[in-house]
């Protein structure tokens, strides 16, 4: 995929979820949600009102995790990235440590016993 669709993705994605996170958007899904109830009330909850209200609540979740999914990940790989630069250029820092989240679990495993040693008084 090129490089400006995904990045238009991925704006996009950021968002959406920004929008989503907004407290009018909350505010205004629970006005929609007790209209809806509201309306079935009045109207009767027939089988075609409750499907629809299946369908679009089932859709707009499915997407939702999706874009709350990459936009996690956008932020969590940046976060990693200031971390592996804040690492890099503190002098005493393991150096090994960098990308560590890359790493197999053993490997991982091994680091976090290496630094609970060194916390608890043992060499590096």
């Known amino acids: 995929m090129p490089r400006h669709v995904r990045s238009a993705i991925s704006t996009t994605a950021q968002r959406v979820v920004e929008l989503a996170a907004s407290a009018w958007i909350v505010a205004a899904s629970a006005v929609l949600a007790v209209a ?3 309306g079935g009330f009045f109207y009767g909850f027939t089988q075609p009102w409750m499907s629809v209200m299946v369908a679009v ?9 999706f874009f709350i999914q990459h936009t996690t990940d956008r932020q969590s790989r940046a976060l990693m990235l200031k971390l592996d ?8 820092a393991r150096d090994e440590l960098i990308a560590a989240e890359r790493r197999p679990v053993e490997e991982q495993e091994q680091l976090e016993e ?3 040693e060194v916390v608890r008084g043992g060499d590096r």
């Open 36 to 38: 809806w109830f509201v």
């Open 57 to 65: 609540t089932s859709v707009v979740t499915f997407v939702m995790v």
């Open 85 to 92: 630069e804040l690492i890099r250029a503190t002098s005493g």
């Open 114 to 116: 290496q630094l609970e």
